[in-house]
């Protein structure tokens, strides 16, 4: 019965062992997974928007091949959550309209606007430099499909994490109006992307049953304190400065002291009203109803197939 099934799905959480689509499950653990997996892959979709701004301007046509390579993995991210999410019961197609329903949450960062080319730069150090801290413990996530998919995203966000530091790191050895792009870039991003890895624990609904169940294995106020730690030694080697006079190692707490973070900026971006919100919904949808005679002729071609099998 039930209960035995909730005991096994207990034990095999208790003992790290993965959870896969046709055990058994609580409801709740299905409907926070499905959530939360939803959730990423729309943000790999909406986020290849601030980038893909670039592509056709990108200065160089190395700079050039190396976006559109960036751009190109996070479509296959977003395609790959989407199917470990639909392996618990959604479909493509109800995630779909809920992201051009505007519906679905996808994250805060892919809302801000990307006007100079030290936005490539600062997105891929920042943005990817976070979505690694928070993605690299998801790999043990306990739900199988999710926790497989990270492995090799995450290989590929390393590989933008340095492309956007080494486009950053270029600027910083050029002119002074080269260096005061890249700073006033990374001005740009820093709160941002300290926002991405979400409210502060005390405020934080999801977080307490989401560690219980193994989904996630930090709080969202440890990774942040720790993508801090991984980014000062990294913005010395570049010259920039990170934009927070605050910014001090405490040596009692063996953790960085900071500014506090404006969390009514990152209510407003949720509530839809950051720079670009309005934006990145108009051209999915956009994307997403010019793209229909593919999935018509898919779904078509598909049929046929089927057909002729049957002979
Ligand atoms: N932007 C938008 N919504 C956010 C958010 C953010 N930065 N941070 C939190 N939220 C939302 C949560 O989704 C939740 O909403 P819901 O309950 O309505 O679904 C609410 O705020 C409360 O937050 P919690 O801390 O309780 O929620 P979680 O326990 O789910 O933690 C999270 C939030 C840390 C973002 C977690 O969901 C997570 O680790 N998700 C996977 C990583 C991810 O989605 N990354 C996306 C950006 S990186 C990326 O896409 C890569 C790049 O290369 C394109």
Redesign the pocket.
């Known amino acids: 019965g039930d209960e035995e099934a909730q005991q096994a799905f207990d034990e095999l959480i208790e003992r790290d062992q993965r959870i896969e689509p046709r055990d058994w499950m609580p409801d709740a653990y299905r409907k926070?997974l499905i959530?939360?997996?939803s959730?990423?892959g729309h943000?790999?979709i909406i986020?290849?928007q601030p980038e893909g701004n670039w592509i056709t301007r990108a200065p160089s046509l190395k700079r050039k091949a190396i976006l559109m390579a960036k751009v190109q993995?996070?479509a296959g991210?977003g395609l790959y959550l989407y199917s470990a999410a639909q392996t618990l019961g959604i479909s493509r197609e109800e995630m779909m309209q809920q992201l051009i329903s505007g519906k679905a949450?996808?994250?805060?960062?892919?809302n801000y606007t990307t006007p100079t080319w030290a936005d490539m730069g600062a997105i891929g150090w920042l943005?990817?430099g976070?979505?690694i801290c928070?993605?690299v413990p998801?790999c043990r996530a306990s739900y199988g499909p999710y926790g497989r998919a990270m492995v090799r995203?995450c290989k590929e966000?390393s590989f933008?994490q340095r492309q956007g530091f080494e486009i950053l790191l270029e600027l910083m050895a050029g002119t002074e109006a080269q260096r005061e792009m890249a700073q006033a870039a990374v001005n740009r991003w820093y709160w941002p992307a300290l926002?991405?890895?979400?409210?502060p624990d005390d405020?934080?609904?999801?977080?307490a049953q989401?560690m219980a169940w193994k989904i996630?294995r930090f709080s969202?106020d440890e990774?942040r304190q720790r993508f801090v730690g991984m980014l000062v030694p990294q913005a010395e080697v570049m010259g920039v400065t990170l934009p927070d006079p605050n910014l001090k190692w405490n040596e009692e707490r063996q953790a960085y002291d900071m500014s506090p973070i404006d969390w009514t900026e990152?209510h407003e971006?949720?509530a839809g009203r950051g720079p670009a919100n309005h934006e990145r919904l108009r051209r999915r949808r956009e994307a997403h109803e010019a793209g229909a005679w593919v999935r018509e002729a898919a779904a078509e071609y598909a049929r046929k197939q089927a057909e002729r099998a049957e002979g």
Do not use: C, W
């Open positions: 926070t959530r939360q997996i959730q990423h943000s790999e986020g290849m993995d996070e991210h949450k996808y994250s805060s960062i892919f943005v990817d976070a979505a928070n993605q998801l995203i966000e933008h926002m991405m890895f979400g409210p405020e934080s609904p999801n977080s989401s996630k969202n990774l990152f971006v949720l």
